[in-house]
């Protein structure tokens, strides 16, 4: 049986425009769908935009368009960047899609039908950056948002509560019997250290006189739904799981149709873990819906040793390093230079280091092998034994595998980089110009091309998840075709195939 894996990434906010920190979560999600896909899973792949509440609003006031109009511009914005950068998305749900609206008044409905919903007057400090409340505590006495710095403001108004305190018990329970729950373990620390607290309940709406780019409450129409309950819906919209045509009481909660629900993994930003960890499954709960079954929040990206920030004037364009380096180059050095889970500093020099990881290694390790088979066997690989790198290879493999299914991408690409680099110490050891020179070295030189065409199709398809335009040239460069699947790779036969050599991979590039 086909088994199916339901990941997401954030829906971006529709105000900004998206940069490196944006693409890191994007791409990673691609990489571990490319690679879910590759080992035969039935992959969904969800990202998109959040376009509701204040911060739209006020965004688009400024630019002098209708809320509408400003994020039509931006969904756009988004989905180009994500072409230009190679990811590979099934869905991007946009939050004013009218199925996506429909499926957020019916868990509203349904929190309501529950008994989990009451009105009360509320006063507090309020981030429209984080669009989300803090305590007097979370901000301590400079009053600014403890996630960016940003301003907050004072707001007391009538608003509707979702019981969030009902569920504090059995959510610490469930983090505490599901230690993979959030990773990595720092995280799901935080999340246990802040709910060690007594939990509040959740302010789920806002008066429309206010804020009136939202979805109305279904029972309130002067009030409009919170725009992080209206966003974390979008993941249940995309899954199907909710048929907001069915009749109220037949919605498929508690007993779903058919769907996606629950998601394998959220991954997101450590920035907004707890609206991840803590609002949504206590929300579904309260709608009878299963949990997602992994909460990843990834560390942050900042740059040297500054945070990314529109006003410092320091945000780095992903689109402007694709301009010079290639797509590859992009994903690779943001999959290779952040451990999952800490932060990571962007510096000019760190990127040309991993880029001449690319060039000066994979790169080079294809280029010299092809030409060696051109040179020596008329670009036809040798029908020889290839198992030169046999237990490198097998290492690297176990290695890749455990790196990219428990998250730790860094690590399962710096084995299949480690067997690069131990591919190009094998031609220094085995020297086949010398072999090719020697009278009796031809069946040497035979097993030693036959070896690095076998460790080269290997390295295609470790490689094909974070770079796959590149890998895909390289395995038609190798006369493959294509790049072999996982499962394809013990019984492949590389003696026979007709190379050619092309243009280096990854060329050279000019520091300056
Ligand atoms: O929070 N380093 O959207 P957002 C690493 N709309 N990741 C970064 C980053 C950085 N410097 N900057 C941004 C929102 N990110 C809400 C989400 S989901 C139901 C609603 C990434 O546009 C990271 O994934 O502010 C972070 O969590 C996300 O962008 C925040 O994007």
Known sequence: MVSSFYLTTPIYYASGEPHLGHAYTTILADVIARYRRRAGQNVLFLTGTDEHGQKIQEAAAEQGMSPLELCDLMAGRFEEAWEDLGISHDRFIRTTEAEHRAVVTALLERLHDNGHIYEAEYAGWYSVGQERYFTEKEIGPDRVDPIAGGPVERIRETNWFFRMSDFQERLIRHIEENPDWIVPATRRNEVLGFLAQPLADLSISRPRSRIHWGIPLPWDSGQVCYVWVDALTNYVTASGAIDPAAPREKRGFGDLRPSRWPADVHLMGKDILTTHAVYWPTLLMGADLPLPRRILA???????????????????????????????????????????????????????????????????????????????????????????????????????????????????????????????????????????????????????????????????????????????????????????LFTELDGLQVGGCSVTIGSPLFPRVDPD
């Not at 920030?309 to 390093?321: E, F, R, T």
């Not at 694709?322 to 500093?345: C, H, I, K, N």
């Open 298 to 484: 990834h560390g942050w990206w900042v740059v040297g040793d500054t945070k990314m920030s529109k006003s410092l004037g320091n945000v780095v364009d992903p689109l402007d390093l694709r301009e010079r380096f290639g797509t590859g180059a992009v994903r690779w050095y943001l999959m290779r230079e952040m451990a999952t889970g800490q932060d990571a500093s962007y510096t000019p020099d760190r990127f040309l280091t991993r880029y001449d990881e690319l060039s000066n290694i994979l790169g080079n390790l294809a280029h010299r092998t092809l030409s060696m088979v051109k040179r020596y066997r008329g670009g036809v690989v040798p029908d020889a034994s290839a198992d030169g790198l046999a237990a490198e290879t097998e290492k690297a493999l176990t290695a890749y595998r455990d790196g990219l299914e428990r998250y730790r991408l860094h690590e399962g690409f710096a084995a299949a980089m480690n067997l690069a680099r131990a591919a190009n110490g094998f031609v220094e050891a085995k020297e086949p110009w010398a072999l090719a020179r020697h009278p009796k070295g031809g069946n040497e030189l035979d097993r030693t091309l036959a070896t690095l065409v076998r460790t080269l199709a290997v390295l295609a398809a470790m490689f094909e998840p974070v770079t796959p335009i590149k890998a895909g040239k390289l395995a038609i460069r190798l006369g493959l075709g294509s790049v072999p």
